[in-house]
């Protein structure tokens, strides 16, 4: 019974949006909280990386020099980590030394030839630098999430202290309503200033803005406005807030843009290891394959294309993302009551896994693969590359298809509520109760989620005699519980908090949010439109020119091995006669890998670039985003695998017919 009503409660608090108002009410749970999350922070790791770092460095006790170590110990400070140098370092050497031994061991029992031994070699040093930069890199992660909510909790901030001119409670309620690590930091903070490890808020927002200087100083000169506004009075108070929001929004349209002109040289790189290097190698590879069949096999050019170039070009990208700008965060859509986990998607009251509709797909197509595994035919090869294409185009689908559709509500719930915001202010600013504002201005809205918000308010304190608050907020019957919008219901709490007031403030506090938000939203447009020239570049790529180019080439790679194939078998056929014609074809003795294994390699290192491309131009537009990573993988895959198989069949079409003239008028 305890279980069942248990699994009876936690479904009655997921039925509804879950509003964090328990956090503005009760800081002390709050505070408590993070003190417990602070010990368990600090004694207990979490990912599998910071287990085997802390063993590592209990098996090895490597200790790095004291530059680095200090560097490490302030990106471990920053990120929150769990590990210390002396784990990473270990961490790191054990590793490359495993992958490395590994290598050596299977190279001098002879499963593997001196050339993958030595890929495998640059494989472990690579891996050990990754491992030892892993601090630094998830410093960046952090920061680009944690950077993205500054926006956001400089805009909560505002709205508060435009009400009430009090930091501790801005702080408090802009922690409530932010969900990513910032609110940690935030909650934290609070903690700090609590126990006296800090005098003040001001103190402790001072000192934590201060560690964001060399990478977003704009966010401490921010703050340095917000704190004046405290010293200020009246209009010059007002005017303060208002420079917090512009310096914030002014630097993140600045940086965005110096970013863009950054990236012309990295995406020049991308195009090269992804595109032109692979073109590259592909036209002499089969002549390569015919005159060096000893040295170059089947399984290397998996390796080569399908492993090595992924992985440089994983590095690459990586490098380019890091240095990535902090830009708006995407809406939030964490209180949604139909939103499905992570991976998953929603059929009725049911969650299914993407990944396991992603697999039963690409089954039969296993199979398939299986059965003519011996004597795979060129056709039954592309079948099985379309196979590919099409199961990790669904898994990556179904895992982003109803988020994205949940966030395009959000977008344009959020969007219509900052008209509504500046025509209740203008209405209200004559001198006209919120109540009457609210009636009067309903027949003139044009948007579905604005007019439905207002009616269901109005309706609320005409007929169920419900106060302007318990209209906007009753858990039953309130308004904003068909609007899962954290930002609405911080902006609507503001506002029934200034009600109070007077007419005059509220219709202030009203405009002037309609202004944030709109500057805002200004903001990110032009952001998305710098960004837009590399993206599309990089979309094109990905979609039409890789697929295109690998699909040509796999035709004329079949085209030469035919060719070959057919050179080697008329070699019994020549006339004694002929010495120097049969010493020229007498190195073509036998093609060492076939036409279909060719395609499968080209094919599957097709499908791993255009995801490797489509994480890319996500990163660069929204940084790090699942849903719309996976929202774009997927659209990528279904066109791309799409031009790949229709432009090799086309192509396969329009040229085997002057494969056999050739043929025929050679044997002749």
């Not at 630098?129 to 505002?158: C, D, F, N, Q, W």
């Not at 057919?566 to 006339?575: L, S």
Request: overall charge neutral; aromatic content about 12%; some cysteine.
């Amino acid at each position: 019974m305890g279980l069942l009503n248990f699994i009876v409660e936690h479904k009655k608090k997921k039925s509804g949006v879950q509003f964090p108002a328990a956090k503005i009410a009760k800081m002390e749970s709050i505070n408590y909280g993070v003190f417990k999350e602070e010990e368990r922070f600090s004694a207990t790791p979490d990912t599998v990386y910071e287990k085997l770092a802390k063993l590592s460095g209990n098996l090895l006790h490597i200790e790095p020099d004291k530059k680095a170590r200090e560097k490490m110990e302030e990106s471990i400070a920053f990120a929150h980590l769990k590990v210390t140098p002396k784990g990473v370092t270990s961490f790191a050497i054990l590793i490359g030394l495993l992958f490395c031994l590994g290598t050596i061991f299977l190279l001098l029992l002879g499963y593997i030839d001196f050339t993958v031994g030595v890929i495998l070699l640059m494989v472990s040093m690579a891996l050990y630098y990754y491992l030892y930069t892993t601090p630094g890199r998830l410093r960046k992660i952090y920061e680009l999430k944690a950077g993205s909510e500054i926006i956001m909790l400089i805009l909560h901030i505002v709205i508060y202290m435009r009400n009430f001119p009090n930091l501790e409670g801005a702080l408090k309620f802009a922690t409530a309503n932010l969900t990513g690590p910032l609110a940690y930091d935030m909650q934290k903070m609070i903690w700090d200033v609590d126990i006296g490890s800090y005098r003040s808020m001001e103190q402790a927002l001072l000192a934590y803005s201060e560690r964001w200087k060399s990478s977003f100083r704009s966010f401490s000169d921010s703050i340095n406005a917000i704190i004046y506004s405290l010293y200020a009075t009246g209009n010059r108070r007002r005017e303060l807030l208002d420079e917090a929001i512009d310096i914030i929004l002014t630097s993140l349209s600045e940086r965005s843009n110096n970013y863009v002109i950054n990236l012309a040289s990295p995406v020049t790189l991308i195009n090269a290891l992804g595109i032109l290097l692979p073109t590259l190698t592909l036209t002499m590879l089969p002549v390569i394959t015919i005159f060096l069949e000893d040295s170059i096999s089947p399984a290397l050019i998996f390796v080569f294309y399908d492993i090595v170039l992924p992985i440089v070009l994983v590095f690459a990208i990586k490098e380019i993302l890091d240095k990535r700008v902090v830009t708006l965060p995407e809406p939030d859509i964490s209180l949604h009551p139909d939103l499905p986990p992570e991976n998953k998607f929603r059929i009725g009251n049911f969650f299914v896994s993407s990944y396991f509709i992603g697999v039963v797909i690409l089954m039969p197509f296993l199979y398939l693969w299986y059965v003519n595994f011996s004597a795979l035919s060129l056709q039954i090869s592309y079948v099985i590359t379309l196979g590919f294409f099409i199961s990790f185009a669904i898994i990556f689908r179904l895992s982003s298809f109803q988020k994205i559709k949940l966030r395009g509500d959000i977008v344009e719930m959020e969007d219509e509520f900052k008209e509504l915001l500046f025509g209740l202010g203008q209405e209200i600013d004559r001198g006209i109760p919120l109540e009457v504002a609210i009636g009067k201005i309903m027949p003139t809205l044009k948007g579905h989620y604005a007019s439905t918000l207002l009616k269901q308010i109005d309706v609320n304190i005409k007929y169920k005699n419900h106060t302007l608050e318990q209209a906007v907020f009753d858990e039953k019957d309130g308004a904003i519980m068909q609007f899962p919008s954290k930002l609405i219901y911080s902006v609507l709490k503001a506002i029934v908090d200034a009600s109070n007031k007077g007419t005059k403030i509220v219709s202030e506090i009203m405009i002037s949010i309609s202004r944030y938000l709109k500057n805002l939203h200004k903001t990110q447009e032009s952001i998305q439109e710098k960004f837009s020239e590399v993206i599309g570049s990089m979309q094109m790529q990905a979609t039409i020119l890789l697929p295109l180019i690998c699909a040509i080439m796999n035709t004329l790679t079949y085209m030469m091995l035919e060719m070959f194939s057919f050179f080697g078998d008329a070699m019994g056929d020549m006339p004694s006669g002929s010495v120097g014609y049969a010493a020229f074809l007498s190195v073509i003795k036998e093609v060492p890998i076939s036409a279909s294994t060719f395609q499968l390699a080209i094919g599957f290192y097709a499908l791993e670039t255009i995801i490797i491309l489509s994480w890319f131009t996500s990163g660069i537009q929204v940084g790090e985003d699942r849903i719309h990573r996976n929202t774009v993988m997927s659209r990528n895959l279904i066109i791309g695998g799409l031009v790949y198989v229709l432009v090799s069949f086309i192509s396969l079409m329009v040229f085997i017919p002057f494969l056999d003239v050739i043929k025929n008028g050679l044997g002749t």
